[in-house]
């Protein structure tokens, strides 16, 4: 990322002089073209000294701009005078400064594996997507990172891949984190990820698996999303696309899939948390995984991770007659959960998306079963609303560890029932 | 006549979670809450020219501490129309709930001595932590949203609290002890963060009053 680059620059110049002291680098969206125009107006102020590290180039799409404290309050006046929203994106650069220069001394001196990951804790995206550098060099015959497309932010979109080899191979494909406030879900994936690459080899069911099918694990399906989470509101859930006409942004990834789209179960307000979209697959991080589905062309199951609410849930969630195949699901589900339950008496209900929670349409795991991927299903995991969204870090590996039997009971199916 | 429910299917379940939060109301402290364990039974009647009445059986966990349970049989009639009266809920507890008066009243003491009115943000935190001195402060918001969960609820919400944002203390002259807290509701059905302000009294012995509650308008950040 650009910034990483600007701070290396940054640190080297600065050495160990507080030459950043009180320094902001604020946000600022443009509404319009005149907006603009006032913006580079303001970089053309020569005692500002203000210096942008994201230009602005067009309406809707963010610039950053770095402000010397001295300049911080008139450049704010100006913004709020003329109605430019903004955001303050680091509140004091030599306090960033000084931390990172504290973090990569002290990360230079630990040994980079996966054994010293810490899978009880909360990540960001930096440490999530270094650890998938390192999963990667850990298990080169086993394990590589695909970039299926770039989110609405540009952010890349990775995907890991776990295949012994073949060609094409019937697939397993498995999302976490497609809401980005769900944080119990990446956190599950990276121990899940982890999980399938030390079992390969020593778990019979693993192996046999792996031996004959390829596995598309997407951790981080939301990453725009998901750093809004760190950076500003940890409730977020949609996508941070912007809106056409409107002061709200994103649009709910889980409602803008092709599939029943456009019925009662999403909203058309882009303020809404179930907004669907301006039209199916509009966002970057939906049409992705559509693309990747259809050009693969052998996807066999396809397991979209959620939190909260303890359930496992299969198609339709845009209708409720059931699907061709209900009775086969529902099976598989409950016996899932069953061995979910086994591990810490942790207790799922299951049935169709539209039975158990609501109506809901355009979501991922309607338009897969749609398309041909008969083994679709959603997780919901802990907890029932006690912590909701807000899960305890102490619960990462309890939840991850009793997911994995259901997951595999559900992988398991797909390889015994090919089709 | 009531039919039976699935216990799996999305009514039941909201009815559950709407008479496990009136029951907190009615039967919390900042030394107890009360969260549903399970859902045994439900059934539902509609009632014609009056509205939708669910008959369950529940089993419910004290918060801190899971081998504490109660059953419960209660039933929640959701009124037909007027979107302003909120659902009659009524309840039995089958046993004992513990007591609390030892936590409640060294709570009261320690708040009542504090020099400076309490102050606290973000409970829980992003990472889910709660630090054990606010776990009390906690509990009763989880007690006083039970209230507001109540008075807000229809067949087509299912509301829990998500997070304290911010709690005040009010000091009084009396006996009460007064927060003004900023919440954050989360609906599962329409999925929206509500903030949501409302004003807690409490007492050991005159248990959770919520005497001002109003929703808030949603903050945009971006």
Redesign the interface.
């Known amino acids: 990322m650009k910034i990483l680059l600007v701070f290396a620059a940054l640190v080297a110049a600065a050495g160990s002089e507080q030459l950043f002291m009180g320094d902001q680098v604020l946000r600022i969206t443009a509404r319009d073209e005149e907006q603009i125009a006032l913006l580079r107006v303001l970089g053309e102020q020569a005692e500002l000294q203000v210096d942008f590290w994201r230009d602005p180039t067009s309406p809707g799409h963010p610039s950053d701009l770095r402000v010397p404290f001295p300049s911080l309050q008139a450049v704010k006046i100006f913004l709020e005078s003329h109605s430019i929203s903004y955001?303050i994106m680091i509140e004091d650069v030599q306090e960033l400064l000084d931390e990172e220069k504290k973090n990569m001394t002290k990360s230079r001196r630990t040994e980079r594996s996966t054994s010293t990951f810490d899978f009880a804790?909360?990540h960001t995206i930096e440490e999530i997507y270094d650890w998938m550098d390192v999963l990667v060099d850990d298990h080169p015959n086993l394990i590589s990172k695909i970039q299926i497309g770039q989110s609405y932010e540009n952010r890349p979109l990775y995907v890991l891949k776990f295949s012994t080899g073949g060609s094409n191979r019937p697939a397993i494909w498995l999302d976490t984190g497609i809401h980005s406030r769900e944080?119990i879900t990446q956190a599950t994936g990276v121990w899940t990820a982890n999980k399938i690459a030390e079992e390969y080899g020593q778990d019979p069911s693993v192996t046999a698996i792996l031996d004959s099918m390829d596995i598309f694990f997407e951790i981080i399906t939301n990453p725009d999303g998901f750093v809004?989470?760190?950076s500003?509101?940890?409730?977020w859930?949609k996508t941070?696309s912007i809106n056409a006409g409107s002061?709200?942004?994103g649009v709910?990834p889980n409602r803008n899939w092709d599939a029943g789209f456009g019925g009662s179960g999403s909203s058309s307000d882009p303020?809404?948390?179930?907004y669907r979209g301006p039209y199916a697959h509009s966002e970057s991080e939906v049409k992705a995984i559509v693309d990747f589905i259809h050009s693969h062309g052998n996807v066999k199951s396809v397991i979209s991770i959620h939190s909260y609410?303890q359930m496992l849930l299969f198609p339709y969630g845009y209708k409720r007659a059931p699907a061709a195949h209900h009775q086969e699901l529902n099976e598989l589900a409950k016996k899932a959960v069953g061995d979910l339950a086994a591990m810490y008496g942790t207790?799922y209900?299951?049935?169709s998306v539209a039975?158990?929670?609501?109506l809901a349409d355009g979501t991922t795991i309607d338009w897969t079963y749609d398309n041909g991927v008969k083994y679709s299903f959603t997780f919901e995991l802990r907890d029932?609303?006690?912590?909701?969204?807000?899960?305890?870090?102490?619960?990462i590996i309890p939840t991850a560890t009793e997911t994995w039997p259901a997951l595999l009971d559900i992988m398991v199916h797909v390889l015994e029932n090919p089709y | 006549a009531a039919m039976e429910v699935?216990?799996?299917?999305?009514l039941a379940?909201r009815a559950a979670?709407l008479a496990t939060a009136y029951l907190c109301y009615r039967r919390g402290s900042p030394g107890r809450g009360l969260?549903?364990r399970?859902l045994r039974r439900a059934r539902r009647q509609d009632i014609s020219d009056v509205g939708h009445k669910y008959y369950l059986e529940l089993e419910l966990e004290d918060?801190l501490d899971k081998d504490s349970t109660v059953n419960c049989t209660a039933e929640v009639l959701y009124h037909l129309g007027n979107k302003n009266i909120a659902p009659d809920v009524q309840f039995t507890l089958e046993g004992e709930l513990k007591n609390t008066d030892e936590a409640d009243n060294i709570f009261y003491n320690r708040i009542k001595s504090l020099e400076k009115e309490l102050v606290a943000e973000n409970i829980?935190?992003?990472?889910?932590?709660v630090p054990p001195e606010m776990e009390p402060i906690h509990l009763l918001a989880w007690v006083a949203s039970g209230y507001v969960i109540w008075q807000n609820s229809t067949e087509n919400t299912k509301f829990?609290?998500?997070?304290i944002k911010h709690v005040k203390q009010v000091k009084r002259s009396d006996e009460y002890l007064e927060f003004d807290y900023m919440i954050?509701l989360?609906d599962?059905?329409?999925?929206?963060?509500i903030p949501w302000q409302m004003t807690v009294l409490w007492h050991p012995q005159h248990g959770v009053q919520v005497t001002q509650d109003s929703r808030q308008p949603?903050h945009?950040?971006?």
């Open positions: 955001s804790s909360y944080w809004f989470t760190h500003s509101n940890r409730l859930r941070r002061d709200c942004i709910d303020c809404s948390e179930t609410s207790k209900t299951y049935g039975d158990t929670i609501y029932t609303g006690r912590y909701g969204f807000l899960l305890p870090s102490t619960q | 699935p216990l799996s299917h999305g379940s979670a969260a549903l399970s918060v829980p935190d992003s990472h889910g932590n829990q609290l998500a997070q954050l989360h599962m059905v329409s999925q929206e963060i949603k945009e950040s971006g």
